[in-house]
């Protein structure tokens, strides 16, 4: 009868075990998606800073290359690539070179898509899947992104 209980005993520990382990993994999980979109914020903020100050020297918006390779760059070599923090970032810029839009899109996965202009105008997927932006957006979000809290 006593071994009966502690098997029992054994299994409902075991169980309630693997259940803490189980919520932990999610919320770590969760913990390093936050910390990832954070850096992917941080670079988008940089890049759009660092437009404005280029723009203050040049009559129109860079693209990430002019950005990076410049006498004194304006952005680390790694992100005037194109690729950091699991992200593609892109930089289009009007004809006119008056107003630009950059766009930072997972290259795996799944995650959410970010949007930002020279406005400030920060913008999130509303799915995590990729959104295509074509366009600027005049102080507003595109299609399937909505103003990122």
């Not at 936050?34 to 723009?55: D, G, P």
């Not at 020297?57 to 760059?73: D, F, K, V």
């Not at 020279?118 to 595109?142: M, R």
Request: with cysteine; net charge positive.
């Amino acid at each position: 009868m006593a071994d009966k209980k502690v098997k029992a005993l054994s299994i409902v520990l075991g169980m309630l075990f693997l259940t803490i382990l189980a919520i932990q993994s999610y919320y770590f999980q969760q913990s390093k998606k936050a910390a990832k979109e954070k850096e992917v914020i941080n670079a988008l903020m940089k890049i759009v800073s660092m437009e404005i100050q280029w723009k203050k020297r040049h009559p129109y918006y860079a693209n990430l290359s002019e950005l990076g390779s410049a006498r004194t760059a304006y952005i680390s070599p790694d992100l005037s690539k194109g690729v950091k923090y699991g992200y593609g970032f892109s930089v289009t810029v009007s004809r006119e070179g008056n107003n630009f839009f950059l766009t930072a899109i997972p290259v795996r996965g799944k995650g959410p898509s970010f949007y930002i202009d020279e406005d400030g105008v920060l913008c999130v997927s509303v799915k995590d899947t990729h959104i295509p932006v074509k366009c600027h957006y005049n102080k507003s979000c595109p299609l399937g992104y909505s103003g990122y809290k």
